[in-house]
């Protein structure tokens, strides 16, 4: 019998909204970085994107989706989402808040939904890929498509 192929929740999440993806897989044996997933999947490290969770000086929580081989600059960050300053969420805080664990946190599907903004470069692609939510899996689909999941923004938030 076929192995099933494992599907994520936000997988699912796209699949009942009828929105189309592509579903890439890659060999998971403990963290890896995002550079090293684009190289797994054959794509453009401009082209695949992290999801980082944040916390404002308001105590308000951000999600940044940038270029794996990029970094998140705080003070950039800070002015797009309006606050005085900006900090990274610690790991084990990531879980408890989003549902997802470093390595395998996606915008789509978050417990709750938080002010997302992507890196301005992410409309240069006819597709994007990000995880999926869970390490060894991404998905890539349009950005206009990821839009109608999660309301994103773009800014110039890296370094």
Same mark, same amino acid.
Do not use: G
């Given at each position: 019998?076929?192995? *099933?192929?494992?599907? $994520?929740?936000?997988?699912?999440?796209l699949e009942q909204k *009828?929105?189309?993806? $592509?579903?890439?897989?890659?060999p998971a044996d403990g963290a890896v970085s995002g550079v090293e997933v684009a190289q797994m999947l054959g794509q453009k490290p401009a082209q695949v994107f992290k999801t980082l969770v944040t916390r404002g000086a308001s105590k308000s929580y951000y999600?940044?989706?940038i270029p794996v081989a990029e970094e998140l600059d705080l003070k950039k960050a800070a002015r797009a989402a309006g606050e005085k300053s900006i900090a990274m969420i610690k790991s084990k805080e990531l879980l408890p808040l989003t549902g997802y664990i470093h390595g395998g946190c996606s915008p789509i599907g978050m417990k709750k939904q938080f002010m997302t903004m992507a890196h301005f470069t992410v409309k240069d692609f006819s597709t994007v890929i990000f995880s999926a939510g869970k390490i060894g899996y991404q998905v890539e689909l349009s950005f206009e498509d990821?839009?109608?999941?999660?309301?994103v923004g773009t800014?110039?938030?890296t370094v």
């Open positions: 019998m076929a192995k *099933k192929e494992e599907k $994520t929740n936000v997988m699912r999440i *009828k929105i189309p993806y $592509t579903a890439h897989t890659y999600v940044f989706m990821l839009c109608k999941v999660v309301p800014a110039d938030v």
